[in-house]
């Protein structure tokens, strides 16, 4: 115990003693700090870093966004559905990424709802369109006011095999639903409208590729809507789009070149009560794509994503003005956007609201559209494929599907338009309409959609069937049924305008399906947003309620040619609904 240690032994202990001082004197550790996002998804991560650093809280479609990418989750997908398992509510929005859409508990399956750019598509696609409906869904498909189409009633098994059988046959439904950028709009005729100042296909076309092809366009902090509008004769409603392209004729002795240019209008959201504003600007053509991606892109970089109810680009507007938000897609341009006097525009072309109905001759010499009625914009599979034949046949062979619910065949000759008439007639759908039925727009409704509350695509035909022989207009008129406070049917725009409601019927609190009743709305140059009228009304006592507000139209409009919008707005609801009353006895 006395001895000395070994030399080795002393070696050590000095040697421990001097890690022991010099570890004494060394700063502790600094936590490392969390990389910066990277990746196809950094700037919507940045974004939603931002947002908790000020001190915001993600909702959780935020969260589910990045704790499993649904892009990244498509083989999760197909396992468990090939288990015919229904998905959890956070995988319910992912596999919307993908287009489909679990619309329990109104249809205990799956819709799918597809891209179509500028609504067009071929007559074997349409047809086989039909065919997956009939096999892998209900046996129909519905005609979107996006001039799109849905197919429903897919179960689980069979969803992610309808995907695949899409993409083979051409067709898309990436990204065309939850926060991302939807079917891309553009004129229903472009290409063929006699009086159209530029053809949007080729420019919805390169829109809808850079979406697909371009994974910063997903994820936004809410839908967006995006619309060209060529300036033919039927109406796109760009106005009502989050990014309107108008196209417009700058003439002569202006400051750039004369000639046809998109004037861009932005935050339009009519389900909130907004129209798209002109923002003075105009966009050469071929940088329609630059411009639209920078401004989604500030879109990303500054949208709210803490409230749902505020997240659409309307609220980012109005929270920074307009100055700002441009300023701000400069800097994303690198370059300054063109501004313009609007007195060294035209005037833009009128549009009929009855041109996506009936025949019409094309800019081609010898030729015409025909745009046939699609009762509450639902085909059955049969009725689909015999259209197609009919494309196939007579026309062009190209299908155009509206924002007005319809279907039109192009490149029909003249010589063969009773042959058209005929076969469509034989199909048991009709090239005219009323009135009304030209103009009547439903959502899909309680039938398909958990958010509605009444049958919208059934009480539209209620209404129309009721006002057949009953009700002769001669100016046009349209009736906007929707659901719900998403408004996919735009009531607000309508001359009549009714959103689904429940309507208590005796003091226990009893409930059955009803609408609020709103006039006064319009579109493209009339656009307005329309006020309410009537209240919890019972669907049964809407088709009665709609008659008579008709009635008292035609009884008390100044004169023949006065629109029913316009004589709305020469009254108050007070003495409308007297009139309504007193046309009703």
């Not at 009086?195 to 366009?217: G, K, V």
């Not at 579109?523 to 209240?535: K, P, T, Y």
Request: glycine residues 10%; neutral net charge.
């Amino acid at each position: 115990m006395g001895q000395d240690f070994l030399p080795e032994q002393k070696r050590w202990l000095e040697g421990f003693l001097s890690g022991a001082t010099a570890a004494r004197n060394v700063a502790p550790p600094v936590p490392a700090m969390a990389a910066e996002p990277t990746g196809p998804d950094a700037e919507q991560w940045k974004a939603q870093d931002r947002t908790v650093a000020a001190g915001g809280k993600l909702v959780d479609q935020e969260k589910w966004k990045r704790a499993d990418h649904p892009f990244e989750a498509y083989d999760r997908l197909s396992r468990e559905a090939r288990s015919g398992a229904k998905p959890k509510p956070e995988d319910n929005f992912r596999w919307r990424y993908h287009g489909l859409f679990h619309v329990a508990p109104a249809q205990d399956s799956y819709m799918c709802r597809l891209r179509i750019p500028n609504g067009i598509l071929t007559h074997w696609q349409f047809a086989a369109v039909a065919d997956l409906a009939e096999r892998l869904g209900g046996g129909y498909s519905h005609v979107t006011t996006r001039a799109n189409l849905q197919i429903r009633e897919i179960v689980p098994e069979n969803a992610p095999v309808l995907v695949e059988r899409l993409m083979d046959v051409g067709l898309v439904s990436k990204g065309s639903g939850a926060d991302n950028i939807r079917n891309v709009t553009g004129s229903a005729t472009a290409g063929i409208d006699p009086q159209e100042l530029i053809d949007t296909r080729p420019h919805a076309r390169a829109w809808h590729h850079h979406i697909l092809n371009t994974r910063a366009m997903y994820g936004l902090p809410r839908k967006f809507n995006v619309a060209f509008d060529g300036g033919g004769k039927i109406p796109t409603l760009e106005e009502t789009n989050d990014i309107g392209f108008q196209a417009v004729e700058v003439l002569p002795g202006a400051p750039v070149r004369p000639g046809i240019w998109y004037r861009l209008t932005l935050g339009g959201i009519t389900g909130h009560k907004d129209f798209a504003r002109d923002t003075g600007i105009i966009v050469e053509p071929a940088e329609a794509v630059r411009v639209a991606d920078a401004i989604v892109r500030v879109f990303v970089d500054h949208g709210n994503r803490t409230d749902r109810t505020k997240a659409r680009l309307k609220y980012l507007l109005d929270d920074w003005g307009f100055a700002r938000f441009l300023d701000e897609v400069e800097k994303k341009l690198g370059a300054p956007l063109t501004r313009i006097d609007a007195a060294l525009v035209a005037k833009r072309p009128a549009t009929d609201r009855g041109a996506h109905i009936d025949f019409h001759p094309q800019r081609q010499a010898g030729l015409s559209w025909a745009g046939i009625v699609i009762p509450a914009g639902r085909m059955t599979a049969q009725e689909m494929r015999a259209i197609a034949a009919i494309a196939q046949d007579l026309g062009d062979g190209d299908i155009r599907l509206t924002v007005w619910q319809n279907v039109i065949l192009s490149g029909i000759p003249h010589s063969r338009i009773a042959e058209a008439k005929a076969r469509i007639k034989a199909i048991g759908l009709a090239w005219t309409a009323s009135a009304v039925r030209a103009g009547l727009v439903a959502c899909t409704g309680s039938r398909g959609c958990k958010f509605a509350a009444s049958d919208t695509k059934g009480h539209a035909l209620d209404i129309a069937n009721h006002l057949d022989g009953r009700i002769e207009l001669d100016q046009p008129l349209n009736i906007h049924l929707t659901g719900c406070h998403h408004s996919c049917a735009q009531h607000y725009i309508g001359d009549i305008g009714l959103i689904g409601a429940k309507v208590s019927i005796n003091e226990e609190g009893d409930q059955v399906e009803g609408y609020h009743i709103h006039v006064g709305g319009g579109f493209g140059a009339d656009a307005r947003i329309g006020r309410l009228l009537q209240s919890d009304v019972k669907a049964e006592d809407a088709p009665d309620r709609i008659e008579a507000l008709l009635r008292a139209y035609l009884a008390h409009r100044a004169d023949a040619t006065e629109s029913f919008a316009t004589f709305t707005l020469r009254h108050d609801a007070e003495a409308l609904n007297a009139m309504t009353q007193e046309a009703a006895t």
